[in-house]
């Protein structure tokens, strides 16, 4: 049964006494969990890839020291991935006041209120009724840019005053994001673009756990853990966060890249996980992984692109399923099964990459976008190429072209081309084929591409394209 339907069972504030429940912080039920699953030695950060050693051992000792966190990196780096999987530190139910006028999910032992305190204080126990908040609902987040003071703290609402509220009563105010988090945790994505005097009601948050509207103070013991995130170029930047609000932070998470593409294809394998499959699947040969992956790490080595920026996994991941989508297209109209991609699919490139890297304008280059990409590519096959090269001896089969002999390829010819047009070479391919072993036409028409682009990449072979076609010679 779906837990979002089967919650605890008191329904009155008397039977919750009864029950043995006890009441702890938002901060203090996170360490006991978190605690309980480190000793049982569950995984903590399932998905997670390549932090094991950096990032999350960081994120153990904040946990355990009840800190808030700030995570500082470049996008892309699961930053709001890591910061929505807190939630499972969180009690899977807690249980609150149940009554309309409550501005917040009250703690039925430790109301906050002024209308929480008096309904615990003027009630019987019996009569007070208890709900149930899941901690997939106490996580939320927002993004800074645009994001108001009444957005996350509050404001005085005017159709309260209308209906006769005292304007110097707690009842006059609408209460922001934060407060109606109280008992559970909120995120603030992109830090530095927080307008200034937002980040001043943080900091009163972060240091008092209390809120001030419009000069009403509210002495709220507010219970939330609040998060952050931010770009280190921005967030380092004088003048953009305030130096109080940046020491009320308990823990900066620094975070970064995949340090080895191994990793960086772990993500991939992850994130794509049954697209594959389906009617036309498709089937990817590791080498295609390894060039996509190395796209991505050759852009974030490229002079050309604002390294301050970042280039995302996200990269990887739109251009992986750009190539699926071509791959299967292919499938569809040749009706071959499974697809396999190839890097003549590399063309459609353009529509998942351009917007996504930011060119380093301050450079004297004069080179577009579309010229970054394709350097970037033909850098990213020839580095991967090199490596098969060394491994299974490939660059002999360049001497194949010294009798003249022309290979077309294309990302719309069916596979069983790539068999006729290799039919008087087949010895010196066998070779090629060692690197994926199969008797598939269509792997063995990717295999063959791949070795293509590398002879060419190195400047064994040349190679002329018209009309979505490619040909290669000597």
Same mark, same amino acid.
């Not at 929480?116 to 019996?126: N, S």
């Not at 109209?333 to 990459?353: Q, T, W």
């Not at 001497?399 to 990302?411: A, H, K, L, M, P």
């Not at 090629?432 to 190195?458: K, P, T």
């Given at each position: ?21 006890? @009441?702890? $912080? ?24 390549? &932090?094991? %050693? ?12 009840? =800190? ?30 149940? =009554? ?16 929480? *305190? ?19 609902? !106490? ?89 952050? @995130?931010?770009?280190? $170029? ?5 003048? *953009?966060?305030?130096?109080?609000? *940046? ?9 970064? &890249?995949? /340090?080895?593409? %191994? ?39 490229? *002079?050309? #692109? ?19 989508? /071509? ?6 109209? =040749? ?17 998942? @990459? ?28 020839? #580095? #991967?190429?090199?490596? &098969? ?12 072209? !010294? ?5 077309? #390829? ?10 006729? !047009? ?7 391919? %066998? ?6 072993? /199969? ?36």
């Amino acid at each position: 049964m779906n837990a979002l339907l089967a919650p605890p069972q008191p329904t009155t504030l008397q039977s919750l006494l009864d029950s043995g429940w006890k @009441s702890k $912080s938002v901060k203090d039920e996170i360490r006991d969990n978190f605690t309980r699953m480190l000793a049982a030695g569950t995984e903590l950060f399932p998905g997670i890839v390549g &932090y094991d %050693d950096t990032v999350i051992p960081e994120i153990n000792l904040a946990l355990l020291a009840g =800190h808030d966190m700030l995570f500082l990196g470049e996008k892309g780096q699961a930053k709001s991935r890591i910061m929505r999987m807190l939630t499972r530190f969180l009690d899977e139910w807690i249980p609150y006041i149940k =009554h309309p006028d409550l501005p917040v999910h009250e703690d039925p032992t430790n109301p906050i209120s002024a209308l929480g *305190k008096r309904l615990v204080a003027e009630h019987d126990p019996e009569d007070i009724q208890i709900a149930w908040w899941h901690r997939d609902q !106490r996580y939320a987040e927002r993004l800074s840019p645009g994001t108001k003071f009444a957005d996350i703290i509050g404001e005085i609402d005017p159709a309260k005053l209308t209906g006769g509220v005292s304007m110097s009563a707690e009842e006059a105010l609408s209460f922001g994001l934060i407060p109606r988090l109280h008992r559970g945790i909120f995120a603030m994505n992109e830090l530095p673009e927080l307008d200034e005097l937002v980040q001043v009601g943080l900091f009163n948050i972060l240091e008092e756990r209390d809120v001030q509207i419009r000069g009403y103070p509210i002495q709220f013991n507010l219970d939330v853990m609040i998060l952050f @995130s931010a770009n280190p $170029s921005t967030y380092n930047r004088s003048g *953009k966060v305030i130096p109080q609000l *940046k020491d009320r932070i308990g823990t900066i998470i620094q975070t970064h &890249y995949p /340090s080895e593409r %191994d990793q960086g294809i772990a993500i991939l394998q992850q994130e794509v996980g049954r697209e594959l499959e389906g009617e036309y699947p498709v089937q990817v040969p590791y080498f295609m992984y390894q060039l996509v992956e190395e796209i991505t790490n050759q852009a974030r080595l490229s *002079k050309y #692109v604002d390294q301050a920026s970042g280039v995302s996994a996200r990269f990887s991941l739109a251009n992986f399923r750009t190539l699926v989508a /071509s791959a299967r297209q292919r499938g569809i109209i =040749h009706n071959e099964k499974p697809a396999v991609p190839r890097i003549s699919d590399f063309g459609h490139l353009y529509s998942s @990459s351009l917007g996504k890297l930011e060119l380093d304008l301050m450079g004297t280059h004069q080179m577009g976008e579309k010229q970054v990409l394709d350097a970037t590519i033909a850098q990213a096959i020839q #580095v #991967v190429f090199a490596e &098969y090269i060394e491994e299974h001896g490939l660059a002999e089969i360049a001497e194949i072209f !010294r009798s003249g002999v022309r290979i077309e #390829v294309g990302d719309m010819l069916p596979s069983s081309d790539y068999a006729e !047009r290799l039919q008087s070479v087949p010895p010196a391919w %066998d070779k090629a084929f060692e690197v994926n072993s /199969s008797d598939n036409e269509a792997v063995r028409a990717s295999c063959v591409e791949f070795v293509l682009a590398g002879l060419y990449a190195l400047d064994k072979i040349s190679r002329s394209q018209r009309h979505g076609k490619i040909q290669y010679e000597i």
